[in-house]
C-alpha cells in the first residue's frame, strides 16, 4: 500500500507574508479608505463639488440645507464644496515635508548609530538641542525670516520632523550593527557607507515605513496649525485650516449656534485624514511586529 504524499508546503516571503497580513486588517483597510478618499478629492473635488469653491453669493452665512448641505460662509461660498476641494493642499504640502524628514532623519540616524564615537556624540547632542525647542517656535521663525511658500513650509517641516526620526533610525541601526552580517561586511572591507545603505538600511526599513506614517499625521496637524497661524497656506485657497482661521470668530455669536459650520465641517475633514493616516500606522507596526 502506497504511502499518502504530504501536501507541500509553501513558504510566503516575508514582503508577502506582510502584504496578506496588512490586507486582512481592518483597522489598515479603514485607513487606505479614508485617505483614499481624502486624496481622490484632492485631485478631484473641484470636478464632484457642487459648487465652485471661490465664487462667492449672496447667500451668506446660511445654515445647512438642500441647497447647500453644508451651509455657507462668510462671502457666500458653499462650504461643501470648499471642504471636498480642500484637501490639495495639505495633501501636497504634508506628504512632501515628511519625505524630507524621512530622508534626512535616515541619513543621520544611520550615521549615528553606526559611526559611535565621536560623530553619534556631536550628533545625539545637535539633535537633543534641536528637540528641545517646540516645533512651532522653530517652524514660526524660520518662516518669518525667510517667508512663507509652499517650498518653505515643506523644508522648515521637514527640517524640523528629521531630528525626530533619526532618533527611531539610529536606535534601529544600534541593534543591527553588531549582528554577524555586518560583522562579515566589515571583514570583507567593505565601506561604511555600502555597509550602512546596502546592508543595514533594507533591515530597519520596516521601522523607517511606520514612522513615516506616523511622522504624515504629525506633518498634517503641523501644516494646519502653521496656515492657522498665517504662515501657511494663503487665500482664497480652500484649505480646511484656513477656512478655520477665516471663521472661528464667529462661534462666540450664540444666537446662531456660532454658525458652527464653518467650522466644524472643515475641522471634521482634518480630523478624518489624521484619523486616516494613524489607522494605516496602526495597521502596519502590527503587521510588521509579526
Request: glycine share 8%; proline share 6%; charged share 15%.
Amino acid at each position: 500500500m502506497s504511502a499518502v504524499a504530504a501536501p507541500p508546503i509553501v513558504a510566503h516571503s516575508p514582503r508577502a507574508e506582510t502584504l496578506r497580513l496588512l490586507l486582512r486588517s481592518k483597522t489598515f483597510i479603514l485607513g487606505v479608505l479614508i485617505v483614499g478618499f481624502w486624496i481622490f478629492c484632492a485631485f478631484f473635488g473641484a470636478m464632484v463639488a457642487p459648487h465652485d469653491p471661490l465664487v462667492q453669493s449672496l447667500d451668506i452665512l446660511t445654515g445647512p440645507s438642500s441647497q447647500h448641505p453644508f451651509g455657507t460662509d462668510t462671502l457666500g461660498r458653499d462650504v461643501l464644496s470648499r471642504v471636498l476641494s480642500g484637501a490639495r493642499d495639505v495633501l501636497l504640502v504634508a506628504p512632501l515635508a515628511t519625505l524630507v524628514a524621512i530622508l534626512g532623519g535616515t541619513v543621520v540616524g544611520l550615521t549615528s548609530g553606526y559611526m559611535r564615537g565621536a560623530a553619534d556624540d556631536v550628533i545625539s547632542r545637535v539633535v537633543d538641542a534641536v528637540l528641545a525647542i517646540p516645533v512651532v517656535i522653530i517652524a514660526v521663525t524660520t518662516l518669518v525670516a525667510l517667508g512663507s511658500s509652499t517650498l518653505t513650509l515643506v523644508f522648515v517641516i521637514g527640517v524640523v520632523f528629521t531630528p525626530i526620526v533619526s532618533r527611531t533610525v539610529r536606535a534601529a541601526t544600534l541593534a543591527e550593527r553588531e549582528l554577524d552580517y555586518v560583522q562579515a561586511a566589515r571583514l570583507g572591507r567593505e565601506r561604511a557607507p555600502y555597509i550602512m545603505f546596502r546592508e543595514i538600511l533594507p533591515n530597519v526599513s520596516g521601522p523607517v515605513i511606520v514612522e513615516a506614517t506616523v511622522r504624515l499625521g504629525y506633518a498634517i496637524f503641523t501644516v494646519a496649525g502653521l496656515t492657522y497661524l498665517g504662515f501657511g497656506v494663503q487665500p482664497p485657497s480652500p484649505d480646511w485650516a484656513l477656512q478655520i482661521s477665516e471663521h472661528y470668530t464667529l462661534l462666540s455669536d450664540t444666537t446662531n449656534l456660532g454658525y458652527y459650520w464653518t467650522v466644524v465641517f472643515p475641522g471634521a475633514a482634518i480630523a478624518s485624514l489624521v484619523v486616516g493616516v494613524n489607522l494605516i500606522a496602526d495597521g502596519l507596526q502590527q503587521a510588521l511586529d509579526r
